[in-house]
């Protein structure tokens, strides 16, 4: 357990997110979620925090889950692929719903560089250090303005939208966190790319990448994925760079290729549901006719498109 909250299990994480609902503490596990009104009913349900459920005791959760009928119809997450629980313990914890969701690639810190990282990117990671510097700001609240300006640039020309967009706000608070880290790769004085990291135990989580379109050209993040690698080597034990993007995106994107090219290894994360209050559930599929969809749950289908 951890005895100072970080990272996503810190409640400033939770509070970032009230945009999209009402942040909850549970009691038993530590774990931070958001409490939704249903859309066009009375009743509310429970969303995990973007992107990961994280607890202190995940023993704790199914306990803290199942007193929760009277609030909520379900709860739904992506439990943190690097919390220590067991296949057991988010099977206890829902029984409805358990799927692979995607593969994460990480980095175990305690390898030599050039067993990480993969001949092909450490020669592009090279060539792009000549072009462009990397800097790990001591605080990186300070670089808000310019972080927020690469990434409202980076948010419109992918089309994020929804909890995945975060606002300012939303990344001051972020920034602010005990473990928030930032990269910035810079062309002389201009930013043209930026990470923001979030660090939990052992376990740096690569959380956001914002880049304006000279990055590209610049090949900036090869110069940012190595700059990370050496930063974070005896501070942490391994670095989690996430999945592709999308649900069950294939391995064989081109986002999931350069990402193997950094990693040692995968960990799967699950995208895991419970039913909490089964006649509340019923009751709103049944009005909605939304009994079809493998969405869960279903009457929230196509929300974050």
């Known amino acids: 357990m951890s005895r100072d909250p970080t990272g996503y299990l810190h409640p400033a994480y939770a509070q970032s997110l009230t945009e999209f609902g009402l942040p909850v503490k549970l009691p038993r596990s530590g774990a931070w979620y958001l409490k939704r009104k249903i859309p066009g009913f009375d009743?509310?349900?429970?969303?995990?925090?973007?992107?990961?459920?994280?607890?202190?005791?995940?023993?704790?959760?199914?306990?803290d889950l199942q007193e929760l009928e009277v609030d909520l119809v379900s709860f739904a997450a992506v439990p943190d692929p690097f919390g220590d629980h067991t296949l057991s313990d988010l099977e206890t914890a829902f029984p409805d719903v358990l799927t692979l969701f995607k593969k994460h690639h990480f980095a175990d810190l305690a390898m030599p560089i050039e067993t990480i990282v993969t001949a092909n990117h450490l020669k592009r990671a090279a060539k792009a250090r000549q072009r462009v510097s990397v800097e790990f700001p001591a605080r990186p609240i300070d670089h808000l303005d310019e972080w927020f300006d690469l990434f409202a640039e980076f948010r419109e020309r992918l089309g994020i939208r929804g909890i995945r967009g975060f606002s300012r706000d939303s990344l001051r608070r972020q920034l602010e966190i005990p473990g928030a880290s930032m990269s910035v790769a810079r062309r002389g004085k201009e930013a043209v790319s930026a990470h923001i990291q979030l660090v939990h135990n052992d376990t740096v989580y690569a959380h956001l990448a914002a880049s304006n379109h000279k990055a590209r050209a610049l090949s900036a993040d090869y110069a940012l994925y190595l700059e990370e690698l050496l930063f974070f080597s005896g501070r942490a034990?391994?670095?989690?760079?996430?999945?592709?993007?999308?649900?069950?995106?294939?391995?064989?994107?081109?986002?999931?290729?350069?990402?193997?090219g950094w990693a040692t290894a995968t960990r799967p994360a699950y995208f895991a549901g419970r039913i909490i209050n089964r006649q509340k559930f019923d009751r709103i599929v049944n009005a909605l006719n939304c009994g079809g969809h493998s969405y869960f749950p279903p009457y929230r289908h196509g929300e974050f498109d």
Do not use: H, Q, T
């Open 43 to 63: 009743e509310y349900d429970g969303m995990g925090c973007y992107p990961f459920l994280v607890c202190d005791d995940w023993s704790a959760l199914a306990a």
């Open 237 to 260: 034990r391994r670095i989690n760079w996430g999945g592709s993007a999308g649900v069950a995106a294939d391995a064989e994107s081109d986002l999931g290729i350069f990402k193997r």
